[in-house]
């Protein structure tokens, strides 16, 4: 079964430190996304992506944070300056159309800021 | 606006005891999508089922089983004879087609199946 590839699986940086996750969503999906989970709390939406834009953000993507598609395989989300509350799971996820395919997220990357 | 909302921080239970999960919503949309998904403590996300909106039948896949009413925006989760194998956090999620596309989730019930 096509699956959503993340790594690194964990990541430790030093705050200020700037990161990159990497995400290979399912090479037929046109939507991919990025969302948070600190731990305990419940799964956030940070960013849509489609036709090579964003197409929503949330409160919580602000300047510090992009996204990129930077070939036809990877989705990357950077955190140019990183802060102690950054310290989060990150799940990136892809889906064929609007919901209606289905949602399929990665293993996350668990990223720890010290 | 949408919101999920899942009452039910935590639920302990002895093995073999049925436990329902409750997953109440809120959308605009006359369109939307509610999900389930299994956060075990290894960290992932794991899909259960997706519903649309359109589609009220019941689901059972072998020991779970979803029940979904439009009438009370409900869309609750039952595991039939439950086993320590199902300690885990669910999360009950929803999207729509107006109000964005993206996954909304519930804060997640945690589930402690005891032997």
């Known amino acids: 079964e096509p699956e959503v590839t993340q790594t690194p699986s964990h990541q430790v940086t030093q705050m200020g430190q700037e990161v990159i996750l990497r995400c290979v969503p399912i090479?037929?999906?046109?939507?991919f996304y990025w969302y948070r989970q600190i731990l305990g709390q419940k799964v956030e939406f940070l960013v849509s992506f489609y036709n090579n834009e964003i197409s929503e953000k949330s409160e919580i993507f602000d300047d510090q944070f992009s996204v990129e598609r930077p070939d036809g395989s990877n989705f990357t989300l950077k955190i140019r300056s990183t802060k102690l509350e950054d310290s989060a799971m990150y799940f990136c996820a892809s889906s064929e159309g609007q919901g209606r395919g289905g949602y399929t997220f990665g293993s996350g990357t668990r990223l720890t800021v010290v | 606006a949408q919101k999920v909302t899942q009452a039910q921080t935590e639920i302990s239970v002895v093995e073999k005891e049925d436990v329902t999960l409750d997953c109440v919503y809120e959308t605009r949309d006359t369109t939307y999508y509610l999900f389930w998904y299994k956060q075990p403590p290894s960290g992932e996300l794991v899909f259960l089922i997706r519903?649309?909106?359109?589609?009220?039948q019941n689901e059972i896949s072998g020991r779970y089983s979803w029940n979904f009413q439009k009438s009370t925006s409900s869309f609750n989760f039952t595991i039939t004879a439950s086993q320590v194998v199902d300690s885990a956090v669910y999360f009950c999620?929803?999207?729509?087609?107006?109000?964005?596309?993206?996954?909304?989730f519930g804060a997640g019930t945690i589930l402690r199946v005891k032997s």
């Open positions: 999620a929803l999207s729509g087609l107006v109000y964005g596309n993206k996954l909304v």
């Open positions: 519903r649309n909106s359109f589609d009220e």
């Open positions: 090479s037929n999906h046109l939507y």
